[in-house]
């Protein structure tokens, strides 16, 4: 049985339990009906901002979130966040994610706005993007690197254009890719 917990800052409340088909079809089409599912709300995300700027430093959120991790094992860890998102490299990144450490963070600032990041977009097209979010986040998290075919859902997307662009799921190659993973993790979970 796998262990999934996903964490949202207070005022997600919305999209979480709007969002909770999105969570299932990302975590069936992985995990299959094998896994466990818990929401939790948590905040402390401020730590993570450095001084000289805006944004939530993603190395140092994934290596140590403000939450108290459960022990049971195997899991995974999904935090939703509403501040906008940096890696040192890049001025910003929408999501990231730590196979090793099992965690995995979604920004929802770029994904809930324009291409300008001036207005808000409809319920449906941040649903759709952070449904793309999770599939490609996942994908890193069981061993996927990123994929050279733009429509695919493991291509890497520098802008939301690009997020928009792809497809929602795996190419064939990627796709071979999951199921051979996917029976390997199988095969030693009885
Ligand atoms: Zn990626
Ligand atoms: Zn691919």
Redesign the pocket.
């Known amino acids: 049985m796998f262990y999934v917990k996903i964490w949202y800052v207070p005022g997600l409340e919305e999209l979480v339990a709007g969002g909770k088909d999105i969570f299932e079809a990302a975590l069936k089409f992985y995990f299959d009906e094998k896994y466990s599912v818990e929401y939790s709300v948590f905040t402390g995300v401020e730590r993570y901002i450095p001084p000289d700027r805006r944004q939530v430093n993603a190395k140092d959120f994934i290596l140590d979130p403000p939450v108290e991790l459960n022990k049971k094992k195997p899991q995974v860890n999904i935090f939703l966040i509403e501040r906008d998102l940096f890696l040192p490299g890049f001025n910003y990144v929408f999501?990231v994610?730590n196979p090793a450490l099992a965690r995995i963070v979604i920004s929802l600032f770029r994904l809930s706005r324009d291409y300008n990041l001036v207005n808000y977009v409809g319920e449906y097209k941040v649903k759709e993007r952070l449904f793309k979010e999770l599939m490609?986040?996942l994908g890193?998290f069981i061993g996927l690197e990123?994929c050279d075919n733009l429509l695919c859902v493991?291509s890497?997307s520098k802008t939301l254009k690009d997020l928009d662009n792809k497809v929602p799921y795996p190419c064939e190659t990627c796709l071979e890719r999951i199921s051979s993973i996917l029976n390997r993790i199988r095969s030693m979970d009885p």
Do not use: D, R
């Open positions: 999501a994610t490609h986040e890193h990123h493991m890497f």
